[in-house]
């Protein structure tokens, strides 16, 4: 859209002020208001602190403004809120090789080549997304491959899965990896035919012993990644994001960012553990840094791990690993000493909780740390994939809110089956269910474990069903949520989850002017339609800060 100068001002040529308001006209204005329901507006005016100033409805008399802008009959939503992210790992994510296209070894090679010309500068080669399934290859590939393209530096390259890395010889010399290195339990290193030479690809935890030798990131590569997450981000049409596992390196590039006016995505931040917590904020949460752009807001911890690895702790054994049940990753008396500390700090605790034991142990410590600590204190428990039934009341008391993230259950709903067997399943991914106990739901994408794609998300949500459709009908279809529930969970609850509701999260006057401008209608669209989403344009704090043209 073009910025154009009202009428009047052009008229008596005036010098235009460095500050000044500006209407944005012509839009199919939708957001959340105070009471959670959907409203509607044609245009909306920006004051000269970034702010919303009013929304014009329909037929009412557009206000006089400096600046005048035509929205072109575009919809206009709040800026999408991605209630759990990882906001570095999404730009590093992103400046490393992705060989996710590739259909052969010698195109994988030959993209690593050309990726390891271009960057000339860094010490090693990362990259990610191959598959020697795809290729047809009928075996892994070996470090001798990657010396044939890369061999004056290391290289080590993720597989598609997060389940095996293969390095060149560089790499492994690095690591200290010859033919007498023993494989680590849960790991394998993979051998050529001699049975005794490593191949240069590593199963499992044995990538570890390569992974560990990789060079922390300096912190000119660290601002170079928030830089990338955030273009990344805008794209999608995402204005904040709740950082989960801030470290006090990410902190650092965050507050470099905003000192030096480059930050444009607000992040909410969640420390990773109790030291990086008194590391960042010392003794209690930070205040709104840059025009509500950062806050320190508590910490995460995790409780177990995740599904796929059997990591998440259950009550009952797997269905398909009949002597594991998974386990705590922090024992009981460890957890509660670290949420009273937090309590005692006002920080705000979001816990990582998959299994049905973990869920269960995360209320129970919850209730009965909320005892001795009342307040608002909006205890977050991160995924609640696999909840007892007969705990899911519980998320709805203490204030307590479910951080979720609809693009899990696609992903893993088959996995989910085998895991747990079809008869364990009535407490998964249960947003209406949680909704209906008189819980709240925040919703995000886990990203760069998922795509942040928020339409991904929204579609999802409100079908229970992939991009394929599939299952027809939707997974569990009962635990739907309508598409108002699915847009607050985006939006003004994922800005609620993070205590910044009144701030940002919502077109209306007094918060900030973060809205982005797309195709569709998501309240009307079918869902494949709010799966092709175009964002246009994505306004943070009043400015544009993404234009797709
Ligand atoms: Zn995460």
Redesign the pocket.
């Known amino acids: 859209m073009k910025l154009k100068l009202a009428a009047t001002l052009l008229a008596s040529a005036i010098a235009m002020p460095a500050q000044a308001d500006v209407l944005i006209d012509n839009v199919s204005g939708i957001t959340i208001d105070e009471e959670g329901k959907v409203k509607r507006f044609e245009a909306l005016v920006i004051d000269d602190d970034g702010k919303i100033a009013r929304l014009v409805e329909r037929g009412e008399e557009r206000p006089r403004t400096d600046y005048l802008e035509d929205g072109e009959g575009r919809v206009m939503l709040p800026g999408f809120i991605d209630a759990?992210g990882?906001v570095s790992s999404v730009g590093f994510n992103a400046l490393t090789l992705d060989l996710s296209a590739t259909n052969s070894l010698e195109e994988a090679l030959e993209a690593i080549r050309v990726f390891a010309e271009e960057n000339e500068a860094r010490p090693w080669i990362l990259g990610r997304g191959w598959n020697q399934e795809k290729w047809g290859l009928g075996r892994f590939p070996t470090a001798a491959e990657l010396d044939s393209v890369v061999s004056d530096r290391p290289v080590w390259l993720n597989r598609v899965d997060g389940h095996a890395g293969w390095g060149n010889s560089l790499a492994l010399r690095a690591a200290g990896i010859d033919a007498s290195t023993v494989s680590p339990e849960g790991g394998r290193i993979e051998k050529l035919a001699d049975g005794k030479t490593p191949s240069g690809v590593f199963i499992d935890l044995a990538m570890g012993l390569v992974e560990k030798v990789l060079p922390a990131p300096r912190p000119v590569e660290r601002d170079l990644a928030l830089a990338e997450a955030q273009k990344v981000l805008h794209a999608q049409g995402i204005t904040a994001m709740a950082d989960?596992?801030t470290t006090i390196e990410d902190w650092q590039s965050f507050r470099r960012a905003g000192d030096n006016g480059s930050l444009t995505l607000r992040i909410m931040a969640y420390s990773a553990g109790p030291e990086q917590m008194v590391l960042i904020g010392g003794s209690g949460p930070t205040p709104w840094l840059y025009d509500d752009k950062l806050r320190l807001n508590g910490i995460k911890l995790y409780l177990d791990g995740a599904l796929g690895s059997r990591g998440a702790w259950l009550k009952q054994p797997y269905a398909d690993d009949p002597h594991n049940t998974g386990l705590p990753l922090t024992p009981p008396a460890a957890l509660r000493n670290i949420l009273v500390r937090a309590a005692q700090g006002n920080f705000q605790p979001a816990i990582h909780a998959i299994g049905t034991a973990a869920n269960a142990e995360a209320l129970n410590a919850i209730g009965e740390i909320a005892e001795s600590f009342g307040g608002d204190r909006r205890w977050r428990i991160?995924h609640v994939q696999i909840v007892d039934p007969s705990d899911l009341p519980k998320l709805a008391e203490h204030g307590i809110i479910s951080s979720m993230q609809p693009v899990h259950q696609t992903s893993d709903m088959f996995m989910a089956e085998a895991r747990l067997g079809p008869d364990r399943l009535g407490g998964a991914y249960a947003w209406s269910s949680i909704l209906e106990l008189g819980g709240r739901l925040a919703f995000g994408s886990?990203a760069p474990?998922e795509s942040a794609d928020p339409f991904a998300g929204l579609a999802v949500a409100i079908t229970r069903s992939n991009a394929e459709g599939e299952p027809f009908g939707g997974w569990r279809p009962t635990e739907r949520v309508t598409r108002e529930q699915a847009l607050a969970g985006f939006t003004s609850e994922a800005a609620f989850a993070g205590f910044a509701e009144g701030r940002f999260g919502r077109l209306l006057p007094g918060e900030r002017a973060d809205f982005i401008l797309v195709d569709i209608d998501p309240l009307l669209a079918t869902p494949d339609e709010i799966r092709a989403t175009k964002v246009h344009e994505t306004w943070v704090g009043g400015r544009k800060v993404y234009d797709a043209d």
């Open positions: 759990h990882h989960m596992g991160e886990d474990v």
